[in-house]
């Protein structure tokens, strides 16, 4: 019997599947520090963000045959020294990215309406001056005829470009490798509509985008500093959904204190799980708790497509 330890859960809907074809599934935790010794008893580990497989858990564990990754970035597995040992590494990038997309503009519609403050001051200061918090929220943007740069247009990208063009929002798209700039997006009678999204290298993008979404993977140098912020609009805004790490978190706060950035959304942080104080308490930043992924629809098709690519492999086996 294959026996699969999903650290950091799965989805009911994969965890069924796989014990349909007579699989054991074991979801309760196991901190990081007892899995060396816990993972003898099991030949793969799913994961999500939270286990980290590195070298020595796989040098500890001779008998582990797969690693699976419920989500799209491998940060927290040693993929290559993995796949060195002949230890499978899989993912699933294509199943939250539709979540992940939904929550970029969550950020943005935020973001313009100023949500992010309005919803800390209401409660404090609602009933007593409801008028001047009426005023000072009265500003406020639509998206429609604005442009977005989407800075690395993969999967996630790609969808954040069909919602903004859903939306009437103009579209720049870099990313560093070729790609397709044709899009099918589907409408709500399940019409398809061929668009296709401009594309621009990234010094274009900063300069002409009212609001820059990265989808980017992890880089060891941020992608957005001092000098890219200095390059954009004066009120533009940034939303990072994709990995902490790749903002500037400095430079950030700089450039939001100076006026030069309007706001900024931040599903990701530079010290997760414990990001910095002044980033979760400045009026100007839209915050969540890395939860791009973390919706009911997402969870299900990851669980599903983790489920099918574990089944796959060890029907080979």
């Known amino acids: ?75 927290n597995i040693d993929v290559e020294y993995a796949r060195e040992k002949g230890v499978a590494v899989i993912n699933t990038p294509a199943s939250s990215s539709l979540s ?9 519609f935020t973001g313009i309406r100023f949500l992010e403050d309005s919803n800390r001051k209401m409660p404090l200061e609602g009933n007593t001056k409801f008028n001047e918090l009426k005023k000072a929220y009265a500003k406020g943007i639509e998206l429609r005829g604005k442009t977005i740069g989407i800075l690395g247009f993969g999967r996630i990208g790609r969808e954040v470009a069909k ?61 957005l500093g001092a000098a890219e912020f200095a390059a954009m609009k004066k009120g533009a805004a940034v939303v990072n959904a994709s990995r902490g790490g790749t903002i500037d978190e400095a430079a950030l706060l700089e450039a939001l204190n100076s ?21 979760l308490t400045h009026p100007k930043i839209s915050l969540t708790p890395h939860i791009g992924a973390s919706t009911n629809e997402a969870q299900e098709r990851i669980g599903v497509e983790l489920a099918t690519l574990i089944m796959q492999h060890f029907s080979k086996s």
Do not use: W
């Open 100 to 108: 992940v997309a939904e929550l970029v503009f969550a950020h943005l």
């Open 163 to 223: 919602i903004a063009i859903g939306l009437g929002m103009k579209v720049l798209a870099y990313d560093l490798y070729p790609f397709n700039n044709e899009l099918a997006i589907e409408l709500g009678d399940g019409q398809l509509v061929k668009v296709s999204v401009k594309e621009a290298s990234k010094e274009e993008l900063i300069a002409q985008s009212d609001f820059i979404s990265l989808h980017v993977p992890f880089s060891p140098e941020p992608v």
């Open 1 to 75: 019997m294959i026996r699969i330890l999903a650290n950091d859960g799965i989805d009911p809907a994969g965890k069924a599947l796989l014990e349909s074809v007579g699989f054991y599934v074991e979801t309760e935790h196991v901190p990081q520090e007892q899995l060396a010794e816990q993972l003898q008893n099991f030949d793969a580990i799913t994961v999500r963000s939270a286990t980290k497989v590195r070298q020595a858990l796989i040098d500890a564990c001779p008998n582990l045959k797969l690693i699976g990754r419920g989500g799209v970035g491998m940060d």
């Open 259 to 279: 006026g030069k950035l309007a706001f900024a959304g931040l599903d990701v942080f530079n010290n997760e799980p414990t990001p910095r104080v002044d980033i």
